[in-house]
């Protein structure tokens, strides 16, 4: 007979979890506000983000009008769960109220957690992979805007818990991964504000670089964008069909990486056929990008991409790196908007003339100190791009494992 174990455990324990339903674990309570405990600054809020907050300091609501006789009570430590639908969380939220003593809106429901389960770990448990999502799908029956939940249907489902001692010892080890990893997020925030602080200090020229003589470089010059680079129109004979789209965030990607699927044309063969090191145009907005996105090709030695971008290759008068450090930054931008007709798009596409795209202007210093930027731009991006990857190393431990 197969145990009833996780994947990974601590080795000083043995037996098999046990399974029980909910409502061995739980205990739904409604219980009112009429004795006036709370005042209406005590109304709390379930976040998708934050899980439970004082709903007045995240929503900076006044409750003129609210009744806070009528909301129910919860203490911290209460099992939560809301009835709101969001993209991440379809079936609702169900949290550990980790806040404080509170008020909560009777569309939720309440409940107490027993002695046989620590809500740090019942929180952790139900945290991971989207398991709350999976559990609840089976309970509740979800409508165009809201889910409609029953506190007994959804207390009759089951789950697997260790003993306390268990849960103890991997609610600690997980709160301990989560502080980590809280540390790594403020560490990669801190890292991107200090990069996009000191671009705009580099592409002012408030900050500049010496040779390695100590001397000055020289001074930045115009050029227009035809003089140091050339439009490409070669088109997909070759039937290459990785097709490629631009995320803002990301860069030049393959569809079938970004969406998990190609929404191109069958026939690709009339798109524009892009090498390592060129670069493409999207006319579209996207968030951070309010004229559209510039990007270099840097994940694969070749791809395709759709007509509607303009996409062109750089001279040798330019440093690559430091070429995609300047779209990145926003300088561009003016240039784009001073061609862009005004009011004018095309299925969500600015309307811009390619000959004037490539007769914006661009302020350049010397290719030394574009090499000296790009290389000093670029470290400050492996070190986000390190802590991103130490995120998502520390984001795979799974409950499910223990």
């Avoid at 004979?237 to 970004?258: C, D, M, P, R, Y």
């Avoid at 996207?286 to 509607?308: C, D, E, F, I």
């Avoid at 431990?397 to 223990?402: G, H, T």
Wanted: hydrophobic share 35%; glycine share 4%; charged share 30%.
């Amino acid at each position: 007979m197969e145990k009833n174990v996780p994947i990974l455990r601590f080795p000083d324990f043995k037996d098999s979890y046990t399974k029980l339903r909910l409502s061995e674990i739980l205990i739904r309570h409604s219980e009112n506000n009429k004795d006036e405990e709370f005042k209406i600054d005590d109304i709390l809020s379930l976040s998708s983000t934050y899980g439970i907050v004082n709903r007045k300091e995240l929503l900076e609501d006044t409750y003129e009008k609210v009744n806070h006789l009528a909301y129910i009570k919860t203490r911290y430590n209460d099992f939560v769960y809301g009835k709101s639908i969001s993209s991440n969380y379809p079936f609702g939220l169900f949290k550990a109220n980790k806040c404080r003593d509170g008020l909560l809106s009777t569309l939720y429901f309440t409940f107490k957690v027993q002695n046989n389960a620590l809500p740090d770990y019942l929180d952790r448990y139900f945290s991971h992979l989207n398991r709350a999502n999976n559990f609840l799908r089976k309970y509740v029956l979800v409508g165009d805007r809201y889910i409609t939940a029953d506190s007994d249907f959804l207390l009759s489902g089951e789950i697997s818990i260790p003993s306390l001692p268990e849960q103890t010892k991997i609610a600690n080890f997980l709160t301990a991964v989560g502080d980590k990893i809280s540390q790594l997020k403020k560490k990669k925030e801190l890292l991107e504000q200090y990069k996009k602080g000191v671009m705009q200090k580099i592409f002012s020229q408030e900050l500049r670089f010496k040779d390695e003589n100590g001397e000055d470089f020289a001074e930045w010059e115009e050029a227009t964008l035809i003089e140091i680079a050339e439009r490409i129109t070669t088109k997909n004979k070759e039937n290459n069909q990785n097709v490629l789209t631009i995320s803002a965030q990301i860069g030049l990607i393959s569809q079938i990486e970004f969406f998990s699927k190609s929404v191109s044309a069958k026939d690709v063969t009339g798109y524009y056929l892009l090498h390592r090191n060129d670069f493409a145009y999207n006319k579209s907005y996207s968030k951070g990008y309010p004229v559209g996105a510039v990007k270099r090709l840097n994940k694969y030695p070749k791809g395709v991409v759709s007509t509607l971008y303009i996409c062109f290759r750089f001279n040798e008068l330019v440093d690559l790196g430091f070429m995609e450090h300047y779209f990145d930054s926003g300088l561009h931008n003016s240039e784009i908007e001073k061609i862009a007709q005004e009011g004018a798009r095309n299925h969500g596409l600015l309307n811009i003339d390619v000959k004037d795209f490539f007769n914006t202007r661009l302020l350049l210093p010397s290719l030394p100190e574009q090499t000296k930027i790009a290389n000093f731009l670029s470290a400050i991006d492996d070190k986000i791009s390190h802590c991103g990857k130490q995120i998502e190393g520390m984001e795979r431990w799974d409950i499910a494992r223990f």
